[in-house]
């Protein structure tokens, strides 16, 4: 049975579970071993999708296996999605993070969905990493790049009446991640550090600035 065969019986509910894990497997290791029709934004997308849903195959588990796998399903989640940040590299989607050097130049369609697609592998990648203990894979946006809703075209409303946009909250996401990473990176980046701001009186001062940053998110 061939690969789109499997494909249409995933689509129909048709095929058990444990087989499509173990097409799951191939097709995983087809990415890693970056196959050519590997090499596109929307593998990276998907391996983002998946990172968040990953399947459950084991149902015979004992209480213990299942406290066990919580930490071994985040590793597992950033180990897929660190494939997708090389991925994303290896087709350069990490120029998103910048602006282009051409004041006032529109960005086409195909360049707004790479965008958005490093985006949310940026966020991905903090939120695991952070979560783990993990150093960051990806890089983040330029700080000179400053992007806001309008630079999201695609996720605003469609009609005037329409609440759903999303492209202010995709603009929030990245303005709260860099409060937190901020947080992170000043107060707990390492115990030696955060002793020594707390001996000099410093400790306070930093957290007070970050709490009128996140008051300020809030507010706005």
Do not use: C
């Not at 296996?65 to 350069?92: C, M, N, P």
């Not at 609440?163 to 947080?183: E, F």
Request: proline share 3%.
């Amino acid at each position: 049975m061939s690969g789109l065969d499997n494909f249409e019986l995933i689509r129909q509910g048709g095929l058990r579970i444990e087989k499509a894990s173990e097409l799951l497997d191939i097709l995983l290791l087809q990415v890693l071993l970056a196959h050519p029709w590997t090499r596109t934004p929307r593998t990276v997308e998907g391996l983002l999708l998946l990172s968040e849903w990953l399947p459950h195959i084991e149902t015979k588990r004992s209480a213990l296996a299942v406290h066990k796998d919580h930490f071994s399903e985040g590793q597992t989640a950033w180990s897929i999605v660190g494939l997708a940040v090389r991925l994303g590299y290896s087709l350069r989607l990490d120029r998103a993070a910048f602006r282009s050097p051409t004041s006032g130049e529109s960005v086409d369609d195909k360049q707004e969905q790479n965008r958005l697609i490093w985006m949310f592998t940026y966020l991905a990648d903090r939120q695991i990493s952070v979560r783990l203990g993990q150093s960051f894979w990806s890089r983040g946006p330029a700080l000179s790049s400053k992007f806001t809703a309008k630079d999201f075209l695609s996720l605003k409303p469609v009609a005037e009446s329409s609440t759903d946009d999303y492209a202010s909250v995709l603009h929030a996401h990245l303005d709260l991640m860099q409060i937190l990473l901020n947080a992170h990176s000043i107060l707990y980046s390492a115990n030696e550090r955060t002793q020594s701001m707390i001996n000099e009186g410093d400790y306070p001062r930093y957290l007070d600035d970050l709490m009128e940053a996140a008051t300020a998110w809030s507010t706005n």
